[in-house]
């Protein structure tokens, strides 16, 4: 089955261990260093050859054909599924004027948060999981009502590591509107597929747009990912990248677009042009 098929992919791919790895932008900056968890903590805290991939078109080392890439300059950035925060990250230092990377499992944001730490320095906002360059780590699982995702909390005591007593789990997501909407490797189930197009209807600003870099393991979730977009409002354009994804131990999935069922595709999405009344 698909959990079957995903664990294989990191056994065999990466390896049972944690460890760094080290991704570079464009000259000039500062690369973003990813933490990645062992297996035993589950499969989101890994990296993921579609988040390098994707931060390559993001920086400019990579070239779309026909869909233009989002610009990031001064963007509100919202990473869904961020498991590493690889691509958060990556916007962060391209000059996003803020990013929220979310996940929904617990797991997933502490690699996020030691990678974020490895990337930018401790944490120095407003709790221990905010940074001054304006990245935040969120708890997001798809399909909450944007709004609804958690009551009140205690006051941080202070950004620290390990976080205080009150910011033992990533707060909430605000509900936003964004003006970019990032995400890796977020075709793996047909429940998520079918939540990935509410979600990013329920985040994305009337003029906003949507990359997705997706390899597709199974026809049917890109469908199901296609069907629920077009219900929600939303246009896709899809690109096939038959180039490989990153060719390097330590990066799962790094064999290629060969390795997928329907290739690694990248989604731009978009309100259809009578839709985008953006309401919380």
Do not use: M
């Not at 803020?98 to 929904?104: E, F, L, P």
């Not at 990245?135 to 590591?161: M, N, Q």
Request: with cysteine; proline share 6%.
């Amino acid at each position: 089955d698909a959990a079957a098929a995903l664990v294989a992919a990191v056994s065999g791919d990466a390896g049972a261990s944690g460890g760094r790895e080290t991704i570079e932008l464009r000259e000039g900056l500062p690369p973003v260093i990813v933490v990645q968890a062992s297996l035993a903590d589950g499969l989101g805290a890994r990296l993921w050859a579609a988040a390098p991939a994707l931060v390559s078109v993001l920086a400019g080392r990579r070239k779309l054909s026909s869909l233009p890439v989002p610009a990031l300059a001064n963007a509100r950035v919202l990473e869904l599924g961020c498991g590493t925060a690889a691509v958060g990250l990556a916007a962060a230092l391209l000059g996003a004027a803020s990013v929220a990377a979310t996940d929904g499992e617990a797991a997933a944001l502490q690699a996020a948060r030691a990678s974020a730490a490895a990337t930018l320095g401790e944490p120095d906002g407003a709790d221990c999981w905010s940074w001054k360059r304006s990245v935040t780590l969120h708890t997001l699982a798809w399909g909450e009502a944007a709004g609804e995702e958690g009551g009140a909390r205690s006051a941080c005591a202070g950004p620290s590591t390990p976080p205080c007593p009150a910011c033992d789990d990533a707060p909430p997501l605000a509900p936003g509107p964004f003006d970019v909407v990032l995400g890796a490797d977020v075709l793996y189930d047909l429940a998520g597929a079918a939540a990935l197009g509410r979600e990013v209807a329920a985040r994305l600003a009337p003029t906003g747009v949507a990359l997705l870099a997706c390899p597709v393991r199974d026809a049917a979730l890109l469908a199901t990912f296609l069907a629920s977009a077009d219900s929600a409002g939303l246009t896709v354009s899809l690109e096939r990248a038959d180039w490989p994804l990153a060719g390097r131990a330590g990066v799962v999935g790094a064999g290629g677009a060969a390795g997928y069922e329907g290739g690694f595709q990248f989604a731009r999405v978009t309100w259809r042009q009578d839709e985008g009344a953006w309401e919380p």
